[in-house]
Structures are given as C-alpha cells and as structure tokens.
C-alpha cells in the first residue's frame, strides 16, 4: 500500500502525478534515538525524507569531537546532493530523538524526475536555499534545549525565566517545560514544543527519569552548575541522550559574589565532558545577553589571523569593532592573533592591551635570544617567560567568553584546536613558528604555529557557534623584503652590524614560509566562511616589532571600511 506524503511540505508544488509516483516507490522506516542514519564517506544511494521527528549532521571534527552542521526537521531532505553528485556522504546523520524517515533509491528517482521534471526542481530549490545559508548553516538552528540542574540548590525555573526574558526582548518566542512534562506522551510533548522559536525543558539530576527524558528530547544540553560546588562523578545519568553522546553538552557555570569557588572552572568542563563552559555571573547583564544571543543563534564571533608583527593591526580592527557597537560571544586566534583574541577575551582594556602587547613584544625583543640552530633559531626562553608574566595560570575555561586558538599538529597533518588547559601553554603553541621557535611536544603529538595549516580558523569557529563570525586578517599583505635577501651578510657579519636584538632575514623567511600553505584557494575558503573581514593595507614585515603606531592605525582603517562597506544583511547579521 502507497505511503501518504502528502503532509510534507517539500511535496507541496511537484504535482499529484509526481507524488503518487513517489509514494508507490519510497520505503518507509523508524530509525531509533542516538542510531545513525549514515556516516560520512559511506556511498550515497538514496536520498531521505524526514517524516517525524528530529536529526543532525556532522563532519569530523578535531580532538575527536564532532562538528555539527546543522539540524534537519519534519519534512527537510537529507542526502540529496551526495546521491545527485554520485559522490560519498559529506557528513554523517544521526536521529537526535525516535525519527520516522522515508527513502527513495537512487533508481527510482531518477525514473520518477525523467517522467516528473518537478521533482528535481523542488529538490534544486531546496539544495539553493541550503548552499545559500553558508557551509556550516545547511540545516535548522538547535530548537529544544535541556536545561539540566547539577545540585538541588540552583533555581532553575528562575535562570529560565530569566532567558526567556532576554530572548523575547529581542523576539525570539520561548515556552519553558518542568517536570510536569515528565508524564507526557511524545505527541503530547511535540504539541508543547511547536508554535515557539526555542522550548526550554527544565530537570534536575536529582530527578534521573525527567533529566533523562529531557536530554533525550534536546537538540542541546545545558548543564548549569554552582562555581561553589564541586563535580561529582558520574556527573550525567547512564544512558546517555544523543545530544550528550554527540558532545551537544555546554557547562554553565554560576558566580555568586562574595562565594569561594570550590573547583576550577575545567573540573566542571571535564567532568561533563562538555564542547563549551558560559559563565554566568551574579547581576551581570551582560553574561545573560550573551546566553541570550548564544541560544537563539544570533552570537558574534571575533577570528583574528596570524602575522609576526602586522597583527598589531589587530589592536586597531577591534578598537574599531567596539568601537562601532559589536559585542562578541565568541573568540579565536592563531598565532599572534592567538594572544591578541585571548586579549579580547580576558576583558583587558583597549588601554591595557595596548600597554601589555608593548610590554612583551615592542620595548624589546622577545625572539632575541638566539642560538645556532639545531631545532630553531630562538630558545624560546623569552617567548615563555613573558607569555608566563602576562597570562599567568589562567585556563581557558576560566575566560569570561568561549575561546580557541589554534596550532598545526605535524604528527597528524591537521589543526590542533586548544580548549582546554592553561591559556600560556596554547598560545605557547600557537606561536611556535617553525624554525624560529621550538615546537610544544604534547604526548605524542609535534605542535608547531598554527599558521601553518589554519592561519585564518574561521571554519573552526563556525563549528563552535551557530552565529555570525567577524574578523581581521592580515596573511595577504606584504611581509617580506626583497632587498633583504640581495648578497645578504654572513651570520657573524649581520651579529657584528646589527648586534642579537634584531632578528636576521631568515626568520621573516621562515615565518612567511610557514604561512605559505594557507595563502591560496584553502586561505580564500577562510575567508568566505566569515561574514566580515577586515584586511589592513600595511607593508610592515613580520619581524619589524618597532612599527607599533602605524601598524595598529592600519587595522582601525580596515575595520571601519569593512564596516562601512558592509550591505544591509551584514549589518543585519552582526549587529542583531
């Protein structure tokens, strides 16, 4: 007997023909919670239809955590352009609650779209609207959040309503579910979820049949937690749900005044094993507009490039940026553009940046203490202590906003994406040009700059919110001289002239050869995948510490014409 499709919206203009001959030929199946649909690299034979229910795709990600694309809902394709393109699947696709799927083989659609030319072109329209939306913007935004309380002492309905309020100011509609949810029946609970741009679904841990039923409705969890508490093990219920089984776990981590914490924010992090740690301190207006923005997608990302000496250019695009109104959720960096983004992200002052950065990087030196090489031109020794003076032992998850930076793992071939540990130690790696400074050993893997492979990690960042990304780049200016390298001097001629305090041409030889594998076609996709880029006209070569002023001034200019340049739905994007 033919299935009935008809309720599906992606059927609405093929004709009745075209649907009749659709229903005769699909095959109809239930796929289970956490089971999955079809992994990446697998053959595309088919193409699926989602009749109820909720799924998710994902690639690959770094440090085995993998990276959501998007969410498909009742009525989306999935599939289609890998089973168009005879190509294996791009990602991997897995239920996110019990989903009931149609197929239709490779076969059959290609005598349904010979006889019915509207099937391919319903199906043309929905693939446009998808690549449109951006590389990692293929599918819905997460809709059902699992708020989960860690400790009995946590006003949970209080911290929902909370958002709630904050999200209907900017007009994002929110319907909160407790425990008296906990007895409903599935089309009971999709009835409470629809007509509401984000449903949030309150429990406790202390009540393991409705956190679990929770967590198993969620396309996210959120786990909020007591900075004055400490983790317990096992922290999540057995059996976990999909969203905690494919790391869709945030840790929110409460500060109330004049309380002691009782365990470092990474504890918390590590215990939960969570993608991302909010914190949510108390009175803070700001802590809950950025939850807000995070939850109903309308976050700000900051990516700032590699560039020896031009990401001072950096400095004057966030002056700029802040400047104009922008207020950022979310931070990343490679390379120097590690340490300026873990700048922004420790709250520092224009001022202090400014202050700190000439500090460690101007008034001397830091790459002076050079040797004859053996694995690089510095020992590293000032780089270190200077990264100690000024970020101590502060961790990542202590910082106030999410933040990553990026180094090349040589013993992979891949980016090594930092979240976790001491902050020092990333950006130790981060900026650990090859041959100029020694390379971070971590276990078994040889971490150099990240500029080697990702000098520009805005498509690490669109895996890590579902926002808007902003950014400066400097990789497509000039930052080598020529003349340098005309009958250049012996070693212990360039010492006699120019003494140990400034680098020889080698080093800006060697950075800009380190950066030369993300300078082409890979470099551009970087760049498309943020939605706006600054890119400072400077001349400064990567070694030239001296050239501050100017440098910083460059990046101001570049940021406010990016801004300025920028269309209305840019503007609308980054501003929201």
Not at 194 to 218: E, I, Q
Not at 554 to 564: F, K, N, P, Q, V
Request: glycine share 8%; hydrophobic share 45%.
């Amino acid at each position: 007997m033919p299935l009935n499709l008809s309720f599906l919206g992606f059927f609405d203009d093929i004709g009745k023909a075209a649907l009749k001959a659709v229903e005769h030929e699909v095959e109809w199946f239930c796929l289970p919670a956490g089971a999955m649909l079809f992994g990446e690299g697998e053959p595309a034979d088919a193409f699926y239809l989602l009749r109820s229910g909720a799924l998710a795709a994902f690639r690959n990600g770094a440090l085995g955590r993998p990276n959501l694309l998007g969410y498909i809902r009742q009525g989306e394709p999935v599939g289609e352009m890998s089973m168009l393109e005879e190509r294996p699947h791009s990602a991997s696709v897995y239920a996110m609650r019990d989903s009931e799927v149609v197929r239709l083989p490779r076969a059959s659609f290609d005598r349904i779209a010979d006889k019915h030319p509207s099937l391919m072109r319903e199906l043309a329209k929905m693939m446009l609207r998808r690549l449109r939306s951006g590389p990692q913007r293929g599918g819905s935004e997460p809709r059902v959040f699992a708020f989960i309380a860690s400790s009995p002492t946590i006003d949970l309905e209080y911290r929902a309503r909370a958002l709630k309020d904050a999200l209907e100011a900017i007009g994002v509609s929110v319907a909160i579910g407790g425990e008296e949810c906990a007895d409903f029946a599935g089309t009971r609970l999709d009835e409470f979820e629809s007509g509401h741009d984000l449903v949030f679904l309150t429990a406790r841990l202390g009540n393991p049949h409705w956190a679990r039923r929770a967590m198993g409705r969620a396309d996210r969890v959120w786990l909020f937690a007591r900075s004055d508490a400490r983790p317990s093990g096992p922290l999540i219920p057995a059996d976990p749900s999909p969203a905690t089984n494919l790391k869709l776990l945030d840790v929110v981590l409460l500060h109330h005044d004049g309380v002691a914490r009782a365990a470092r924010p990474q504890e918390w992090m590590d215990a939960a094993d969570a993608a991302r740690i909010f914190h949510w301190r108390q009175g803070s207006t700001a802590d809950l507009k950025r939850l807000a923005r995070t939850l109903s997608g309308r976050s700000l990302g900051l990516v700032l490039s590699g560039g020896g000496a031009r990401a001072y250019a950096h400095i004057g695009a966030m002056q700029a940026f802040e400047a104009s109104g922008l207020e950022f959720d979310f931070l990343c960096g490679a390379s120097m553009g590690a340490i300026l983004a873990a700048s922004e992200g420790l709250e520092w002052s224009h001022e202090e940046i400014v202050e700190r950065i000439r500090d460690a990087f101007v008034d001397s030196n830091p790459l002076s203490d050079w040797q004859l090489p053996v694995v690089s031109l510095a020992r590293g020794d000032k780089v270190d202590h200077r990264l100690e003076k000024h970020f101590g032992d502060i961790e990542i998850a202590d910082m106030t906003r999410p933040y990553f930076c990026v180094s090349s793992n040589l013993s992979t071939g891949r980016p090594h994406i930092h979240r976790r540990g001491l902050l020092r130690h990333a950006l130790r790696a981060s900026i650990a040009l090859p041959g100029i400074l020694p390379p971070v050993v971590e276990g078994d893997s040889l971490l150099v700059d990240g500029a080697v492979f990702t000098n520009f990690p805005s498509e690490q960042m669109r895996a890590f919110h579902r926002g808007a990304n902003v950014g400066c780049d400097v990789t497509r200016a000039s930052g080598v001289n020529a003349k340098d390298f005309e009958n250049p001097p012996s070693f212990f001629g360039w010492i006699r002239k120019h003494g140990f305090g400034e680098p020889p041409p080698i080093a800006s030889l060697l950075m800009r050869a380190a950066t030369a594998g993300t300078m082409v076609d890979r470099h551009e996709s970087f760049l498309k995948a943020a939605d706006l880029v600054a890119l400072p006209e400077i001349d400064t070569d990567l070694r030239e510490w001296k050239r501050f002023e100017d440098t910083i001034q460059s990046g101001y200019e570049a940021a406010m014409r990016a801004l300025d340049e920028a269309d209305d739905d840019i503007r609308s994007k980054i501003f929201s």
